[in-house]
């Protein structure tokens, strides 16, 4: 009910605010721009994202300093520390980031996202950016509408620029003729209360705009116009660092449980950092005039100064939490604790991914190995074969031939059928929500490789109505070949722990010999079924059973096989590329 | 042998396409060499007659070691080299 009155009584309240005073009007319209600039920014980010910068932060994130220098350099490039967050959540969900790198690229990114008030300080208020806007904005556009997403993407980047711009243009023009009506600074606090109450103010402000940039601009252009008082406008920069963390905790929402224990994350990092900074505000404001005083900005420069002060909050806290970040992550995992992993529900997929094709890619080939866990579990019940048997090859060649009645159907439905449409459903999202030309391949394979497995688990129903009969048949030929039968899936379902335990380019030839051993084996090659019947040893009846059931082993091996091309190898690699050209077709396989 | 010209060295060093093919023979050629180790050892495996239980399916490997080292083979003189 709340919810849905939410977004009505704030049009409401924005309505009244437009009619009582034109100077709001100018300011929220200011603040809109410059929304619709970062979101439009992000989006140019977005599609240069797909591979350098997941890469970039797969290597650079080993050691804690790297992690957090990666996490400053990132947003100073960006000037967006919603989407570093979103890009680490999506790793940690991914499964390819460990807590603590996540954690220190998220601290990094607090510091790196001050740069911002840097530019606003030193440009946005000195020079008269607007001028620069219109341009960008017009070459922007322009490049928005090209085909090419290189160009699409500066072009976004470049708009994106242009309404920040404009956006702080409007801020500023409105708190300066605002500043003619009504003087702000008569409702400015001293002391104790006023630092917590524009704390507070500051915090509420950021949660509702989500955007402790827009926040800051506000601060700064009203502490320009001489709206705020200098102490109130620290306190308000307090709060917009705690408010910004509202972003990470609303992203994590739909994250994994590593992806929530971030936001915690960075939501202690926030509060402690502000409440040293409330704590001790004066040394602060000492220590923001000594680093000013060096870096050459002028006593009245009230902006820069905020800017400095704002880097520092973030500074000191990276300093006080930097060598807790292996306790907090013990305390984190204790406080929010993994739910008990199901095998239906995705691990990997989330949403937050999506718009990042490598990552997303990633976490879905993740995801088919874990369907291929699922199938693998139903299979070696079907054929009443344990994984230490597997394991050795002696135990295998003596399989006891009783085996259990299993319904493969609830089996089916229950560990494969939810968790294969949520990967179909997955990828089409993802087709409906990125460019997927670059990787389409790569997508379809997986989704082949899905089909594969749905395949295999169908085939081995199909062979366990035969298996039952036979391997309890009082007729010893008849069980001999279907307990090999069985003894051929088991031998391959070991080669591909195997391969899936070493997932390297080299597993792409090692299929081959994989699939020579099985066209090999096979029951019917030979002769040997021919020998069986003219030999009187099983019936014609028993003969075309064997054919049909060796045809489904033969399929469940071949979708397995292929299935273990897509998923048990790298992706896209020169190494792949060679290796692949290799592959034996089916004519120059050895029989 | 000629000296490559400047013009030439920023052509080779600029060229994505030539810079692809070169790796892509690099690591074929590589591959044909560790191919034809692993080939050697298991015949070498088979003439000490080690393993007999297993004879049949190191005979099949060494054949479909062959049979890629020839399908390598052939790739690479494509490649130029």
């Not at chain 1, 954690?103 to 990094?108: K, V």
């Not at chain 1, 709060?239 to 994250?255: D, R």
């Not at chain 1, 939490?321 to 604790?337: C, D, E, H, T």
Request: overall charge positive; glycine content about 6%.
């Amino acid at each position: 009910m709340l919810k849905r009155l939410f977004l009505p009584s704030i049009f409401l309240i924005l309505s009244w605010g437009f009619w009582i005073s034109p100077d709001f009007k100018e300011i929220a319209a200011g603040v809109a721009i410059f929304l619709f600039g970062m979101v439009s920014l992000e989006e140019g980010f977005k599609a240069f994202s797909g591979g350098t910068l997941e890469k970039v932060l797969q290597v650079s994130t080993n050691r804690l300093w790297k992690s957090l220098s990666f996490g400053v350099v990132t947003t100073t490039l960006m000037q967006s520390s919603a989407l570093v967050s979103v890009i680490t959540i999506s790793f940690l969900s991914a499964g390819m980031l460990g807590l603590e790198q996540g954690i220190g690229i998220i601290f990094g990114a607090s510091l790196g996202t001050t740069t911002g008030a840097w530019l606003i300080a030193g440009l946005g208020l000195k020079v008269n950016i607007a001028a620069y806007a219109m341009p960008m904005l017009v070459f922007g556009v322009i490049l928005v509408f090209q085909s090419s997403r290189a160009q699409k993407g500066i072009g976004y980047v470049l708009g994106g620029v242009g309404f920040l711009f404009l956006g702080i243009h409007y801020m500023k023009e409105g708190f300066e003729s605002f500043k003619a009506a009504i003087d702000l600074t008569q409702f400015a606090m001293t002391g104790l209360a006023g630092l917590l109450l524009y704390t507070l103010i500051g915090t509420a402000v950021t949660a509702v705009i989500q955007s402790s940039h827009a926040t800051l601009v506000l601060i700064i252009t009203a502490l320009a116009a001489g709206q705020i008082s200098y102490e109130n406008a620290l306190a308000l920069a307090i709060g917009a660092n705690i408010g910004h963390t509202v972003t990470a905790i609303l992203g994590a929402l739909n994250a994994n449980t590593d992806g929530k224990r971030l936001a915690a994350a960075l939501l202690i990092f926030s509060v402690v950092a502000g409440l040293i900074a409330i704590v001790f505000i004066q040394p602060f404001i000492w220590a923001v005039d000594v680093v000013s005083h060096a870096c050459g900005i002028a006593d009245d420069n009230l902006a820069m100064k905020l800017a400095v002060f704002h880097s520092l909050l973030n500074l000191v806290g990276i300093m006080v939490m930097a060598p807790f970040i292996g306790r907090l992550v013990v305390l984190l995992r204790q406080w929010l604790k993994e739910p008990q992993q199901s095998v239906v529900t995705p691990r990997y997929l989330n949403d937050a991914v999506i718009s990042f094709p490598d990552s997303a890619l990633k976490a879905l080939r993740q995801e088919v190995r874990h369907l291929y866990a699922n199938s693998f579990d139903i299979i070696i019940t079907v054929l009443n074969v344990t994984p230490e048997q597997l394991r050795d090859p002696e135990r295998l060649s003596s399989l006891p031939s009783d085996l259990a009645v299993v319904d493969v159907d609830a089996l089916y439905n229950q560990r494969i059928k939810s968790l294969y449409s949520e990967i179909i459903a997955f990828i089409a999202r993802l087709q409906g929500s990125t460019d997927t030309r670059a990787f389409g391949e790569d997508l379809y394979a997986l989704r082949d490789a899905c089909r594969d497995i749905v395949e295999a688990v169908k085939d081995i129903k199909h062979l366990q109505k035969n298996l039952l009969r036979y391997l309890a048949s009082p007729n010893a030929s008849i069980q001999k070949e279907y307990n090999d039968i069985r003894r051929r899936v088991a031998l391959l379902l070991k080669d591909l722990s195997t391969l899936a335990d070493n997932p390297d380019s080299e597993a792409l030839l090692a299929l081959d010999g994989v699939r020579a051993d099985l066209f090999a084996d096979d029951a019917l090659a030979g002769g040997a079924l021919d020998s069986l019947i003219r030999g009187g040893h099983i019936t014609p009846e028993m003969a075309t059973s064997l054919m049909n059931d060796s045809s489904y082993a033969h399929d469940v091996a071949r979708h397995l096989i292929n299935m273990a091309r897509v998923i048990f190898t790298p992706a896209e690699s020169v190494m792949r590329e060679v290796r692949e050209s290799l592959v034996l077709d089916e004519q120059n396989l050895p029989q | 042998m000629k000296k490559p010209s400047l013009l030439e060295k920023l052509h080779r060093f600029f060229n994505w396409k030539l810079k692809r093919q070169e790796a892509r023979r690099k690591q074929l050629k590589l591959l044909l060499k560790k191919l034809k180790k692993e080939e050697s050892e298991l015949k070498a495996k088979l003439a000490r007659k080690e393993e007999v239980s297993r004879k049949e399916h190191m005979e099949r490997q060494v054949k479909v070691l062959h049979q890629q080292r020839k399908k390598g083979i052939a790739l690479l003189r494509e490649l130029g080299r």
